[in-house]
């Protein structure tokens, strides 16, 4: 018995769709590292905070899907709590950061914590240091393909103020090739 041409329709459609789409890794902020071990970056069950009160921590956050491998950045977001309301102070600051094969490095643009939008997508310049809240940074489609040996978010946590900074998730997507 021949099948109706209507069924077959429905897997090649389905295994379309599921070439095309896009997958997004997920990072709890506790998977950052701290850079050039930064003894002012603490990991925790809340994420990786600073905790010093005269300096600043960088964190370097490590993403998967690079490795040797061609990968086409759609989007990236860093959910963080900004602890400082100090003016005089830095912001919470990432960008990401990507080593190709023959080890130039493409950074995206840096983006500072602010009120706009009510903390979130973050602002091109540090213009809002008084911000001091809940708020995620978020790049949209901030490299195009290119083979990558690291990739990286590398992000920078004043020190303490009000409360600790802390880089609480962060998540990337990619396009499938």
């Not at 069950?45 to 899907?65: R, S, Y």
């Not at 080890?103 to 213009?127: F, I, P």
Request: aromatic share 8%.
């Amino acid at each position: 018995m021949r099948m109706p041409t209507s069924f077959l329709a429905v897997p090649l459609l389905l295994l379309a769709a599921d070439a095309s789409a896009n997958t997004t890794y997920y990072y709890p902020g506790n998977s950052c590292q701290p850079l050039l071990s930064d003894p002012n970056l603490e990991q925790d069950v809340a994420g990786a905070e600073n905790t010093d009160l005269t300096l600043a921590a960088k964190a370097l956050c490590p993403v998967g899907g690079g490795n040797s491998s061609t990968v086409d950045v759609e989007a990236a977001t860093v959910r963080f709590f900004d602890g400082n309301n100090n003016a005089s102070s830095a912001s919470v600051w990432c960008k990401i950061e990507l080593t190709n094969l023959v080890g130039s490095a493409s950074v995206s643009s840096t983006l500072y914590s602010c009120g706009t939008n009510g903390g979130a997508g973050g602002c091109a310049t540090d213009s809002d240091p008084t911000f001091s809240a809940i708020g995620t940074l978020t790049w949209a489609d901030p490299f195009s393909s290119m083979a990558v040996t690291n990739y990286t978010i590398l992000c920078n946590l004043p020190r303490v103020d009000v409360s600790q900074s802390i880089i609480y998730a962060y998540n990337v997507t990619h396009v499938n090739p």
